[in-house]
């Protein structure tokens, strides 16, 4: 089910979310970015050279930067209906300069008990 990602009513992407870990509410997959995707790039691209896809050192500095650039930014998840979906945070790792355009993921902590229930009642329909 597709799950879209808006900043200020503005389309940042879109995923489905294939992957999932209830126990943690944790879910995950590949993003497509859209036309408001460079709104928010910069925010994301912190993230990617403070914490290399290689392993290398992390960047704790960069990492304070990110997450303080992230959370100011009042992104929102939705569902197909256009429900919003209560998170706790949305990332999205974007190594598309290190690693080619497929390089970008979407991972959010969803809060939303309702989201759970539903998924796991069918897992086409979000």
Do not use: C
């Amino acid at each position: 089910m597709r799950h879209t990602v808006r900043l200020n009513g503005v389309i940042v992407g879109h995923s489905e979310l294939e992957e999932t870990d209830p126990d943690v509410r944790r879910a995950w997959g590949a993003f497509r970015p859209g036309l408001g995707y460079e709104l928010v790039q910069p925010v994301f691209r912190i993230y990617a050279q403070a914490v290399p896809m290689d392993g290398a050192t992390r960047d704790a500095k960069g990492l304070e930067r990110y997450y303080k650039a992230r959370d100011a930014m009042p992104l929102e998840l939705q569902d197909a209906q256009g429900r919003v979906i209560p998170t706790s945070a949305i990332h999205i790792a974007d190594y598309t300069v290190e690693a080619g355009p497929g390089a970008i993921s979407l991972d959010v902590l969803i809060t939303d008990d309702r989201y759970w229930v539903r998924r796991a009642a069918s897992p086409d329909v979000q």
